[in-house]
T-cell receptor, first 110, second 113 residues
Framework: EDKVVQSPLSLVVHEGDTVTLNCSYEVTNFRSLLWYKQEKKAPTFLFML????IEKKSGRLSSILDKKELFSILNITATQTGDSAVYLCAVHTNAGKSTFGDGTTLTVKP | GAVVSQHPSWVICKSGTSVKIECRSLDFQATTMFWYRQFPKQSLMLMAT?????????EQGVEKDKFLINHASLTLSTLTVTSAHPEDSSFYIC?????????FGSGTRLTVV
């Protein structure tokens, strides 16, 4: 059975801190790993990772994948209160299936 | 970028009635769409994969007769919750794949009273 585990489950930091969110997976026929940010409604896409070792960056957010050790991290530097959200990691397989982790709830305090 | 439109955003219905949720890909064709359910403070649970022109593939534990999925065109998939009960109250989200990237609809909050 495909499995995606995110850690920590919940995190509270202060503005300006840097956070690292983790996502480890065990799936058959890995295709890609995606990170999403979910605030009040549906998730919004952040990154898609398919190759090991290539960092994807968007502003203060960055992410990298390690296909050998089967994990990915999402980094957020200089956090702001607007970064407060649930961050979801999903792994998609060549069979077209997607498995989501339970998410990491990030709270950034002013 | 790809846009997926989902309607309605929220719906309240009486127990025993049916509710239809629509998911449309606005600027691309989606041969495959996915339907998820999300309970409060939990992650998304894949319910079924909707394939254009053929039967949906349901995940284990999801009742096919209760959650009817129709994918009649390349841009529209519908989920009908039949004979809804309070325990069906949840947040339902669809997504479609536009090569590689999964784009989500805005979700439907269903409350059954």
């Amino acid at each position: 059975e495909d499995k995606v585990v995110q850690s920590p489950l919940s995190l509270v930091v202060h503005e300006g801190d840097t956070v690292t969110l983790n996502c480890s997976y065990e799936v058959t026929n890995f295709r890609s790993l995606l990170w999403y940010k979910q605030e009040k409604k549906a998730p919004t896409f952040l990154f898609m990772l398919t190759s090991s070792g290539i960092e994807k960056k968007s502003g203060r957010l960055s992410s990298i994948l390690d296909k050998k050790e089967l994990f990915s991290i999402l980094n957020i530097t200089a956090t702001q209160t607007g970064d407060s959200a649930v961050y979801l990691c999903a792994v998609h397989t060549n069979a077209g299936k997607s498995t989501f982790g339970d998410g990491t709830t990030l709270t950034v305090k002013p | 970028g790809a846009v997926v439109s989902q309607h309605p955003s929220w719906v309240i219905c009486k127990s025993g009635t049916s509710v239809k949720i629509e998911c449309r890909s606005l600027d691309f064709q989606a041969t495959t769409m996915f339907w998820y359910r999300q309970f409060p403070k939990q992650s998304l649970m894949l319910m079924a994969t909707s394939n254009e022109g053929s039967k949906a593939t349901y995940e284990q534990g999801v009742e096919k007769d209760k959650f009817l999925i129709n994918h009649a065109s390349l841009t529209l998939s519908t989920l009908t919750v039949t004979s809804a009960h309070p325990e069906d109250s949840s947040f339902y989200i669809c997504s479609a794949r536009d090569p590689g990237v999964y784009t989500f609809g805005s979700g439907t909050r269903l409350t059954v009273v």
